[in-house]
């Protein structure tokens, strides 16, 4: 727990008031809960006299260095969560959005869901085996449903696009960045190109990290997506794909889905939902998850050896960028 | 070959952890989970070092040896064999079917994952075990 600003709680207070009064209300429990420099999520609960609304703050304060230009930012993010609930996809509920002039810089504040994100538990813990049983289904309905939200739509914030192209281009350009020697990266580049799949007649909007680790589960399913932050406009097959790398299935690896469900499941609830499924695109886009989550790693390390970050963790997960590798060899490469 | 951060690198991020952060917490009385998950990420850490830095040389040996041999290079240095393969693997005069490739990958990054994260499952399907391969 870091102590919190001084200045958060009465601000917050402002935030939630919104034109009315602050008296008689108080924020209780303000816990930081993640982030690094450029942004914080925060817990608190929000006391109306008898009445207390557990939620979550989110925001980038105002001296922030600006995030990579991948990011969506909080405003769209919250724009996003907003039309997403209003299309029945499972969210928290927005409560408020920063303006200016709060002075807590961008952010929004949203309903704090009860229930679990840790992927490890997700997949593993007992307690949750009933929610497993129809997980994959759920998250098909809820991909579906992401992905027929309309781009046109005069609340959908701007977005960046990337299908397949510009992805591989992008991920291409990212490896050779960090000058490090994988050969097993570069094969996966070349099959990458080799494979690539035309891009999408109609661009959708993809979620872009849907997976297990940013999904809100408890003994009935799914009840929360989260982080739309990587939301972007592209190939909505990326978001099956993504789903299914082996790295969030924490060790249950005849679950594809996340670690807790098949892939026919993902599919019947996706189609049940309206959407159409395109395996090979799905495999193509495991594939170039694959790739990318090894391509993070290597990122935050670098990160580290640079001395901008000097948190631990950012050193140790440069270690990771293996189990990437040999995730690759086992989907491209037979041992012979 | 191994990635970095290399052994200096790791001991040098553990030794600046446990100064700047860990000792004082405990030292003032102010220890919470985050302080414990970053002391275990920093244990593991060692654990990492102390793997590699036990490695039977053979591994090493046996993975310039295949580099030499898929091209054909009498070069002696792993760093620069592994640079030549990359360029001929984005080149495409070495892919996927070149005799000894797949073979060279699969024991190469077998070996890196019995330092990284003996208990990846991938590896432990492929027969990985505790002890680097030799």
Redesign the interface.
């Known amino acids: 727990m870091t102590a919190p600003t001084p200045a958060l709680a009465p601000a917050l207070l402002q935030v939630l008031a919104g034109d009315g009064s602050t008296g008689e209300t108080r924020i209780e429990g303000l816990t930081r809960l993640s982030g690094g420099a450029s942004q914080q999520t925060w817990s608190f609960d929000w006391v109306q006299g008898d009445h207390r609304t557990p939620l979550i703050l989110r925001r980038s304060p105002p001296q922030a260095v600006a995030r990579t230009n991948i990011a969506a930012g909080l405003a769209a993010e919250a724009a996003l969560i907003r039309l997403a609930g209003q299309q029945g996809v499972p969210v928290p509920a927005l409560q408020a959005v920063l303006s200016p002039e709060h002075g807590l810089g961008e952010g929004f504040v949203m309903q704090r869901l009860a229930g679990e994100t840790l992927g490890r538990r997700i997949a593993t813990e007992a307690r949750l085996a009933p929610a497993r049983q129809h997980l994959a289904r759920q998250c098909g309905q809820a991909l579906a449903r992401i992905h027929a939200m309309p781009l046109q739509h005069p609340a959908m914030p701007a977005l960046r696009q990337a299908g397949p192209a510009a992805e591989l281009a992008h991920y291409r350009q990212w490896q050779a960045g960090h000058g490090t020697l994988r050969p097993v990266f570069v094969l996966a580049l070349q099959w990458l190109a080799a494979h690539r799949p035309a891009e999408p007649v109609t661009p959708a909007l993809v979620h872009g990290d849907f997976r297990n680790g940013n999904l809100l589960v408890d003994e009935r399913g799914l009840r929360g997506v989260l982080d739309w932050e990587l939301a972007h406009a592209g190939d909505p097959m990326e978001d099956l794909g993504w789903l299914c790398v082996n790295s969030w299935r924490y060790g249950v690896h005849d679950r594809p889905v996340g670690g807790f469900g098949i892939l026919a499941d993902l599919f019947e609830g996706y189609r049940s939902a309206g959407g159409q499924v395109l395996p090979e695109r799905v495999h193509w886009w495991q594939v170039m998850g694959t790739l990318k989550w090894g391509l993070i790693c290597e990122d935050m390390l670098k990160a580290w050896l640079s001395g901008a970050e000097r948190d631990v963790e950012k050193a140790a997960i440069g270690r990771r960028a293996s189990e990437a590798e040999i995730d690759l060899l086992d989907l491209l490469v037979a041992r012979r | 070959?191994h990635?970095?951060?290399s052994p200096q690198?790791?001991v040098e991020?553990?030794g600046?952890?446990l100064r700047?952060e860990a000792m004082p917490a405990l030292a003032s009385g102010h220890g919470?989970a985050?302080v414990a998950h970053?002391a275990r990420?920093?244990a593991?850490?060692l654990a990492?070092a102390q793997r590699e830095l036990a490695e039977d040389p053979a591994v090493a040996a046996g993975e310039r040896a295949r580099l030499q041999a898929l091209l054909g290079s009498p070069q002696t240095d792993i760093?620069a064999l592994?640079?030549q393969?990359?360029e001929a693997?984005?080149g495409?005069t070495i892919?996927?079917h070149t005799p000894g490739l797949?073979?060279h990958?699969?024991l190469t990054?077998?070996a890196?994952?019995a330092v990284?994260?003996p208990r990846?499952?991938?590896?432990r399907?492929?027969g990985g075990a505790d002890a680097p391969e030799a």
Do not use: F
Not at chain 2, 120 to 123: E, L, N, P
């Open positions: 070959m990635d970095a951060p690198q790791i991020a553990v600046g952890y700047d919470d985050s970053h990420v920093a593991n850490l990492i760093a592994t640079r393969l990359c693997i984005a495409g892919g996927q797949a073979e990958l699969w990054t077998l890196k994952l990284d994260q990846y499952d991938t590896y399907r492929h």
